[in-house]
């Protein structure tokens, strides 16, 4: 079955950064965009931007461009997030999330990963 | 950006009574849409997509329709299971929004 199986709880201290992976199985990794959201305790869900697996080509949101970096490994089916210069505002549980997108037009999303809450604290 | 608007903020309804979820886009997202539940300490769930369009698995009892701006998520009888946090998403555009969710909740 298709599977996403994120990485584990961090705590990181302010300034730092956190690089959350995202291991693909169940299907062609290449053959889906994986897109990353960010939801705040107790808060809603934010996109954050989005990756081509096969062409490593993204697409990041405004709020988070020049902080966020989303990678990939094609050889162990598995996407990156990282989020550089954290700030206590930036705790939250962070998603990737299959999409069916295609090149011309967006789509939703499915499954989702279980989610990596990351903890920002002095 | 588009902005998704979901009402009410949260719903009170008893077992087996019918839950009608509202969620309107600030400029026409066509049929674009999709709902997610999401139950405490776990990950969204696709539950609608095309705005009307059952995932595979979920139950005849959750049905979508609406296009352009307004969107209706219906849960014809509520089940113990169906308590959650309900999010409308519209992937009209190449940026992504979600609204602020609906909690369902036993009345």
């Known amino acids: 079955q298709v599977q996403l199986v994120q990485s584990g709880a961090e705590v990181k201290k302010p300034g730092a950064s956190v690089k959350v992976s995202c291991k693909a199985s169940g299907y062609t990794f290449t053959g889906y965009y994986m897109h990353w959201v960010r939801q705040a305790p107790g808060q809603g869900l934010e996109w954050m931007g989005r990756i081509n697996p096969n062409s490593g080509g993204t697409n990041y949101a405004q709020k988070f461009q020049g902080r966020v970096t989303m990678t990939r490994d094609r050889s162990i089916s598995t996407a990156y997030m990282e989020l550089s210069r954290l700030r206590s505002d930036d705790t939250a549980v962070f998603y990737c999330?299959?999409?069916?997108?295609?090149?011309?037009?967006?789509?939703?999303?499915?499954?989702w990963g279980q989610g990596t809450l990351v903890t920002v604290s002095s | 950006e588009i902005v998704m608007t979901q009402s009410p903020a949260t719903l009170s309804v008893s077992p087996g009574e019918r839950a009608t979820l509202s969620c309107r886009a600030s400029?026409?997202?066509?049929?674009?849409l999709a709902w997610y539940q999401q139950k405490p300490g776990q990950a969204p769930r696709l539950l609608i997509y095309?705005?009307?369009t059952r995932a595979t698995g979920i139950p005849a009892r959750f049905s979508g329709s609406g296009s352009g701006t307004e969107f209706t998520l219906t849960i014809s009888s509520l089940q113990s299971e169906d308590f959650a946090v309900y999010y409308c998403q519209q992937y009209n555009n190449w940026r992504w929004t979600f609204g602020q969710g609906t909690k369902v909740e036993i009345k």
């Open positions: 095309g705005a009307s």
């Open positions: 999330a299959r999409a069916f997108d295609t090149a011309m037009a967006p789509a939703w999303f499915d499954p």
């Open positions: 400029q026409s997202v066509s049929s674009n």
